[in-house]
């Protein structure tokens, strides 16, 4: 079996454009690749191949990432998904860590929360209310990596997460992840749950652009573009 046939869903950058790295995104408890569909779709046309995985899929999305030939490679995470990302970080070296909606801190959930709770664009409540969104296998339990642990990583982390989640609050986030080395942390601004798919896919889907160019660059201290005063 080779890494790439290891994807249950995978999008493509178009013949013409110029394949600039690798996503492999694992998915939140009870939710399937369906979900990732309008993500996965809206990276690769930027350039990035985007693998998803299911929960209880967390090595294979490793051991597809660590066989991609583009770098960088970055592992994406939303849910429990997140905490399965930050753990793969924890455990071995990845050039990047993208996390959105950490878990609730009660722990692992058979689904990441009522519909409403998650998300308030029309688009994806409706894909969660399909039969092909559910995951094909329940997800396990999976804690955060410790204060310890995170304080010890070497990738670079962008968390993206609701700033009205009411599942896991804002600060409760902001808290967990703040011993980060390098930590980018954004807001969207009223936003719940399901970061990646909520209202603000689309600014979201470019801050990540953003991050990931910077990535591939000078690193992802180093500015590409800047707002200069009038």
């Excluded at 690798?22 to 009870?30: D, K, P």
């Excluded at 070497?154 to 600060?171: F, K, N, Q």
């Amino acid at each position: 079996m080779t890494a790439t046939s290891l994807a249950p869903a995978l999008w493509e950058p178009p013949a013409a454009v110029r394949v600039r790295g690798a996503l492999a995104v694992i998915a939140g408890a009870g939710e399937g690749v369906r979900v990732y569909e309008r993500f996965g779709k809206r990276l690769s046309s930027d350039g990035y191949t985007v693998a998803v995985f299911e929960t209880a899929q967390a090595t294979d999305a490793a051991t597809w990432l660590a066989g991609a030939s583009v770098e960088p490679r970055v592992v994406v995470g939303s849910d429990l998904g997140a905490a399965a990302a930050l753990r793969l970080a924890a455990e071995s070296p990845i050039d990047g860590v993208i996390v959105a909606g950490l878990p609730s801190p009660a722990g692992a959930a058979e689904d990441a929360g009522a519909p409403e709770a998650r998300t308030a664009c029309p688009v994806h409540l409706g894909v969660l209310g399909e039969a092909g969104a559910r995951a094909t296998t329940p997800a396990p339990h999976i804690d955060l990596p410790g204060a310890e642990e995170l304080a010890a990583l070497t990738s670079p982390v962008l968390a993206v997460h609701g700033g009205a989640d009411p599942l896991t609050p804002l600060a409760t986030a902001r808290e967990a992840l703040a011993v980060v080395p390098t930590l980018e942390f954004v807001e969207t601004v009223g936003g719940l749950h399901d970061a990646l798919n909520d209202q603000s896919h689309r600014s979201v889907a470019a801050t990540i652009v953003l991050w990931l160019e910077r990535l591939r660059g000078a690193g992802v201290e180093a500015p590409i573009v800047r707002e200069v005063a009038a």
